[in-house]
């Protein structure tokens, strides 16, 4: 069996990327004071023939059941990462924090769309 390469086929997802995880440390930046990471996760896509990009701020930590002030300081935390990475805040962009259905919902979205992208080409096949 060999294997060749097909005609590209047109998808609504341009690209998914995802950039390297960001650890967050409760205190000095030791190993033992690891408290979280922040994935960001880029998705290109086309709308009225402009590409655009969603990102997403996923921040996964270890203690799930934190105060909704810890919560909203970890959000704070997501947000100077945006910052330090010129990421604009608008509605091209979601933070979430992993401790709930709906981010979790969100990522199975994410692979979900993957397979149908392969879906789609083995659909042409």
């Known amino acids: 069996m060999s ?3 097909g ?3 047109a998808v609504s997802t341009n690209f998914i ?3 390297p995880a960001v650890p967050v440390y409760k205190g000095t930046e030791e190993p033992q004071n690891l408290f979280g990471v922040i994935y960001h996760i880029e998705i290109g896509y086309n709308e009225n023939n ?3 990009i969603k990102q997403y701020i996923i921040i996964d930590f270890k203690e799930y059941d934190l105060s909704s002030e810890s919560k909203q300081e970890l959000i704070a ?3 100077s990462y945006c910052e330090s990475k010129n990421i604009s805040q608008d509605d091209e962009l979601e933070i979430a924090l992993l ?3 709906e981010v979790e919902n969100f990522l199975e979205k ?3 769309n993957m397979k149908v992208i392969r879906g789609l080409i083995s659909e042409k096949l």
């Open 3 to 5: 294997f060749t390469l």
């Open 7 to 9: 005609n590209p086929i």
């Open 17 to 19: 990327k995802s950039n």
């Open 50 to 52: 402009t590409e655009k």
């Open 77 to 79: 935390v997501a947000k």
């Open 99 to 101: 401790d709930n259905e």
């Open 110 to 112: 994410v692979f979900n």
